[in-house]
């Protein structure tokens, strides 16, 4: 477990690898920083042992302070001469102070911008790479994913990582080196005060490792309970047809409410942690200064070390006060970007399962055969297709026919490689699919899916969605093909129509044709069409499959329908059962052949005959 928190912490870290030059500049800047404040404390207490006359003559216990009294009557000049050389110290003290306030300024400008540059941009690369990784992620990944998670990971918590690599970071070096410094400077300037002052900051170390232990799976809580919240909502959203047809809008709230009211209340366990937290680490800074006053008092009053001793020691004792605020802020964002990196890297570890082959090359122009050798699929464990053969010749439009449940859809996914087999092969022109390259093989293949899914985007370019560089005269014989040139032309902006989310603002059918449309413009030497036409009118699916018919020369069409007509069409119809092939030959053939084919034609589909012939 700690094992894994350092691990993510250094793949977090490599994150931040091209960007060396800043990140140099950045803790540069910030350690000198923090070094030149060390330096103000001890020439506060110079400026009173010397300055004040409280130990007039005493060596300098410290050498900077030591180097300055040599230039303080210059320095003092400088800005003005003063009356006394008391006088002279304190002005030069002061001088110095605030030009190192001034350094500061500088390098904390410096460290800020950088830091803040620094997170954004790793958020920046880590969003590209999250988007582009879930891109190659297979269908297999995105049955199981669901999209509210995924949206609360690409969101949330990148920001959570984004905040920690910059200037959490940062900080989380700044304390340890701010610690370690004032140690040694305590020590150099007088070590029994030295061991009194931090003793109680010894406690400090326990407190935080056991606030880290406490707030870490705290918090990882939290961000899970993101994930839900997100996928709730989002499916919400989508749904919302659904859930207003079914008047469950009460139902919904309930739920959600739930939810929220979890995720609040993992929100405010997190929070008591911290409420616990900063009360104690203040009391630990605060202990440390009573003890050093204390104790140091007496050393003053026993002559054992000057009143500007005591005086440098609170100031640096003090210069711990707001880091160790900081460290809570600090153990909190770095347990809460590991939470958040370990749920990044969750997905980004995940590999598709569906890859090329090393050395995979590129498909040339098919001619279309399409073979399935004794294939077995499965989506999971369970198997969902059994020793599928057939062969389909260029050309020719195959029908696949059966059960719902039965596996067609599963049967032409398997075409682009959108699953892999279990068993067994499938190969187009000969080549089996795994030896291709993806976008070749997927490239000369189009589908119209069984749900029709449509960009938020104007019609034109949901057309062309395959094919950019496709020109409008490209896009409109498309439309033509798939009858929704007519539709798209009586809409008062054409072509040019955004069709809401999914397509929302259109019909079932007029969505199924412009997804038609979709496909045909890629010219695809395979076509895929999947329940295409469920929700055209027969007279509509009649003149699409006329057009088709001209189109798909020399191509070669798997069609998925329970239309009579679009069965008597095919070259060859498939019958499907419980995912095996049952029957095969011609309309005529299977009916004549007295099986299953035979038998749902005498139940459902001769009826249809009867229509279609009233019809034409
Ligand atoms: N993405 C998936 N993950 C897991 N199981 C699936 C998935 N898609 C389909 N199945 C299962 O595989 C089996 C075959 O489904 P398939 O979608 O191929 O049927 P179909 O013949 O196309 O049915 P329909 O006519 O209803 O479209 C079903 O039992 C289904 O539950
Ligand atoms: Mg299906």
Request: proline share 3%; hydrophobic share 50%; aromatic share 8%.
């Amino acid at each position: 477990m700690r094992f894994e928190f350092a691990s993510i912490v250094v793949r977090l870290v490599r994150f931040l690898a091209p960007y060396r030059a800043r990140v140099a500049t950045a803790y540069v800047a910030m350690i000198t920083g923090t070094l030149l404040a060390l330096i103000v404390p001890a020439i506060i207490g110079w400026a009173v042992d010397v300055g004040l006359g409280t130990a007039a003559g005493a060596e300098a216990a410290m050498a900077v302070p030591g180097a300055l009294a040599a230039w303080a009557p210059a320095v003092a000049r400088a800005v003005g001469g003063a009356a006394s050389a008391g006088r002279e110290i304190l002005l030069a003290a002061a001088v110095v102070v605030v030009a190192i306030a001034a350094v500061r300024g500088v390098l904390g400008f410096a460290e800020m911008y950088l830091g803040a540059w620094l997170s954004q941009r790793v958020a920046y690369d880590v969003r590209n790479r999250f988007f582009a990784h879930l891109q190659h992620l297979s269908f297999g990944f995105h049955d199981r994913a669901q999209s509210g998670d995924l949206m609360s990971r690409a969101i949330s918590d990148i920001s959570k990582v984004q905040t920690f690599l910059g200037e959490g970071l940062l900080e989380a070096v700044n304390v340890p080196i701010l610690f370690a410094s004032v140690a040694v400077v305590l020590f150099r300037a007088e070590p029994a005060l030295a061991v009194v002052a931090l003793s109680p900051l010894v406690l400090l170390v326990f407190v935080t490792l056991r606030f880290g232990q406490v707030i870490e799976p705290r918090f990882k809580a939290v961000q899970d309970q993101e994930g839900v919240i997100g996928t709730r909502a989002q499916e919400n959203f989508t749904g919302m047809r659904v859930v207003k047809a079914f008047a469950r809008e009460r139902w919904e709230v309930a739920r959600f409410t739930d939810a929220n009211e979890d995720f609040y209340r993992r929100r405010t366990r997190a929070i008591a942690a911290f409420a616990d937290f900063f009360p104690t680490m203040n009391a630990i800074v605060v202990l440390a200064l009573v003890v050093t006053v204390a104790y140091g008092g007496r050393l003053v009053v026993d002559g054992a070390v000057t009143p500007g001793t005591l005086v440098s020691f609170t100031f640096w004792i003090a210069l711990l006060g707001a880091p160790t605020q900081n460290l809570g802020f600090l153990v909190n964002r770095s347990s809460e970007a590991v939470a958040a990196g370990r749920r990044l890297f969750e997905i980004l570890d995940t590999p598709s399962d569906i890859v090329e082959r090393p050395g995979a090359r590129a498909l040339p122009p098919l001619a279309g055969r399409v073979t399935f050798d004794h294939v077995d699929f499965g989506y999971g464990e369970r198997p969902v297709l059994h020793d599928v053969t057939f062969e389909a010749e260029p050309n020719q439009v195959v029908a696949l026919f059966g059960p719902t449940g039965s596996g067609k859809s599963s049967v032409v996914n398997l075409i682009p490689r959108f699953y892999d087999v279990s068993d067994g092969a499938v190969r187009v022109d000969g080549h089996d699919v795994r030896d291709v390259t993806l976008e070749s093989l997927r490239r000369q293949i189009a589908m119209v899916l069984q749900d029709t899914f449509l960009f938020s985007a104007t019609l034109r370019d949901n057309v062309a969605y395959g094919c950019l560089d496709a020109d409008e005269a490209a896009v409109v014989a498309a439309a033509r093909a798939a009858r929704a040139h007519g539709f798209i032309e009586a809409l008062p902006d054409g072509y040019d129509t955004i069709v809401g989310e999914r397509g929302v603002t259109l019909s079932g059918g007029q969505r199924q044709r412009v997804a038609i449309a979709r496909a045909l413009i890629m010219q695809p030497r395979i076509l895929i069409l999947d329940d295409a036409m469920s929700a055209v009118d027969t007279e509509t699916e009649h003149e699409i499959r006329a057009a088709l018919s001209e189109l798909m020369r020399g191509r070669t069409t798997f069609i998925i329908a329970q239309r009579l007509l679009t069965l008597k069409n095919a070259d060859v119809v498939l019958v499907m059962d419980q995912g095996r092939i049952v029957e095969r030959g011609t309309h005529a053939d299977l009916v004549a052949a007295g099986g299953l084919y035979a038998r749902i034609y005498e139940l459902q589909l001769r009826d249809q005959e009867r229509l279609a012939g009233a019809g034409r």
